[in-house]
């Protein structure tokens, strides 16, 4: 595609408009390490341009943030990126992307409050880095997936990398390529079966 062909794309993505019937929103959280893809993911599937706090990384970083598995990257979130996707005339998807480096965690709380749910993206080479995330959404009470973001071809199979995570069984894991628009709504399809599942069941356990 030309230059041209994608500057009138973006311009039409970025003036989507909420629709005047729109009267609930629902909030998703996209968490994961440093450099997963988190931002990459909200931009692929959001209806409208992003908004993003992404900054240049620069020497003052060194040291700090771990760039093993990641070291072409040159900028990063320091905030957290947003996103919209319209369900229906009513329903309104709203995605905020967290930072994933530790000195950003505090923010992650406040991300999660009033979330409907939450996706955690891990990358292989760095499975470590979903831990926390983990563990957070499972204290905060938040149903989340876990969706393994493609890197150029995974290296364990899925049920090694659930046993890696101590993940339950009823979490749901799957493959994704967060550059890929089709992939990432299939993430957040199985966000909201799996909140769908829980609900459920709570409710057929309810005396």
């Known amino acids: 595609m030309d230059s041209n062909g994608s500057d009138t ?3 039409a993505r970025s003036a989507t408009p909420l629709r005047s019937t729109a009267s609930d929103g629902l909030k998703i959280v996209v968490v994961g390490g440093f450099g997963v893809g988190k931002t990459t993911l909200v931009g692929a599937v959001s209806e409208i341009r992003p908004l993003t706090t992404e900054e240049t990384m620069t020497r003052a970083g060194e040291g700090v943030d771990d760039l093993t598995g990641v070291a072409r990257k040159r900028s ?3 905030a957290f990126d947003f996103g919209r996707i319209t369900l229906d005339d009513r329903h309104v998807l709203y995605l905020f992307g967290a930072p994933g480096q530790e000195r950003f965690w ?3 709380d406040r991300l999660f409050a009033g979330a409907l749910g939450a996706v955690v993206l891990v990358d292989t080479r760095r499975l470590a ?3 926390y995330a983990i563990d957070r959404l499972e204290q905060h009470g ?3 997936v876990v969706a393994r973001n493609d890197f150029g071809g995974p290296e364990h199979s899925l049920a090694e990398v659930r046993a890696a995570l101590d993940l339950p069984e009823h979490v749901p894991l799957i493959d994704c390529d ?7 709504k299939q993430v957040l399809i199985a966000l909201v079966r799996h909140i769908q599942q829980l609900a459920l069941t709570a409710h057929e356990e309810t005396p």
């Open 142 to 144: 938040t149903p989340f």
């Open 106 to 108: 505090f923010l992650w």
């Open 129 to 131: 880095d979903s831990w």
């Open 9 to 11: 794309a973006l311009l």
């Open 178 to 184: 967060a550059r890929d628009r089709d992939s990432g």
């Open 76 to 78: 990063t979130t320091v």
